[in-house]
């Protein structure tokens, strides 16, 4: 169903916005793609012929932004477990990635956006190979992405050409706007020197942004060390990539000199907390990075290493971790790791007008249903968001205006039919 009007009335919001913050119980008025008010009590218009969500008992607030991920890797979900990561890598997961074909990815991220947008997560900003394949698998979701090819190894110039002609694909097929296209260079490790100077000036041609695995490993470090006698962000200096907007996923492995450029440079470090965790790659400084104004954001990487999408984990994951390192609970608030899985995000993928809930920005909301025991009582709605939901709350999803989910069900998506396809295929294709 699409609505052009819509009115969420009687709800608990958290706008994001710090001249509003929270209201107990106000209204959201939504025309078209875009939120047309945001108020406290009722909303005394006409409402006659308008969709009207009673929003008692839920909070809305916005739509959260995975700022990096690799949608399609579902397929992968669970494969090889328990292997060192090398040894992962090159006998389990791109012997099999190398077997993928278009069908495979269709189906991946069809799977992979139902757990999205299940989970709260609006927007994504995805990096994999067959990225026309991944458009086919969003039809119909209407999830908001920034799409980028990646571009790795020996294979780069053909690559890099997919993407170019990508922009061209979006333009055609672009679903009000949706959609967007970046330059996706695997890492400075996988790539030539070469080859990252002609994407760092593709990139520049294009004024689009440049999505890259940065310092996640030490054995990246000394690939990087012995072939250059610099780290990875140095080369991303001298490559021409740091002069474009950088979203730089990871940032693990990062020295003073390194956090000092990311600074200079403007870079949006991509946190990604679990498949740090789980790769046992390490802990990134991010509440240093924080400290030092640098826009941080947060990603799920792909579901082989997480093994989920769920930024509600990442979320909670997040902070938990950034605690232990430190040792210290006061430094990073569940309300600055709400900012950072929505705000910061939309401002890393230069996605204006998105990322709060305010008059003239993009109707990206979800609302999740407060009445469920893990979210009772609420001494303070950020902590209940970031460390009690897990997700399953979430009931109703809207992007761009148009409602995806209405109370726990979705609108134009015959979920039960994809994810019975989904599992046959996997069982006879994998
Ligand atoms: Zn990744």
Known sequence: ?????????????????????????????????????????????????????????????????????????????????????????????????????????????????????????????DMYFMMPEVMKGMENFNMRAMLGTTIIGQNWEKQLSDAIDLKEIVKKKNNRGLLTTSFAPHSPYSLSFEALREVAQAAKQYKENIHIHVSETTDELDIVKQKYNMTPVELMVKTGIADNKVTAAHCVHLNNKDIKIIKEKDISVIYNPQSNMKLASGTPRIIEMLDENINVCLGTDGTSSNNNLNMFEEMETGVMLQNLFYKDATRISSEKMLKIATINGAKALGLEKLGVLKEGYFADIIMINLNKPNLIPCHDIYSNIVFSANGSEVEYVIINGKIVMDNGEFVDIDEERILYESNKFFKESI
């Open 1 to 125: 169903m699409i609505s052009l009007k819509m009115l969420i009335k009687n709800t608990f919001i958290v706008t994001m916005d710090q001249e509003k913050g929270n209201i107990e119980k106000g209204y959201i008025y939504i025309e078209d793609e875009k939120i047309r008010e945001v108020g406290i009590g009722e909303y005394n218009e006409e409402v006659k012929g308008i969709k009207v969500i009673n929003g008692e008992g839920y909070c809305a607030m916005p739509g959260l932004i995975n700022c990096h991920t690799h949608a399609s890797m579902t397929l992968l979900r669970g494969y090889g477990e328990g292997l060192p990561l090398m040894k992962w890598l090159n006998e389990k997961i791109w012997p099999m990635e190398r077997k993928f074909e278009e069908k495979h990815i269709k189906i991946g991220t069809g799977i992979a956006c139902i757990e999205m947008l299940r989970s709260g997560t609006t927007t994504l900003n």
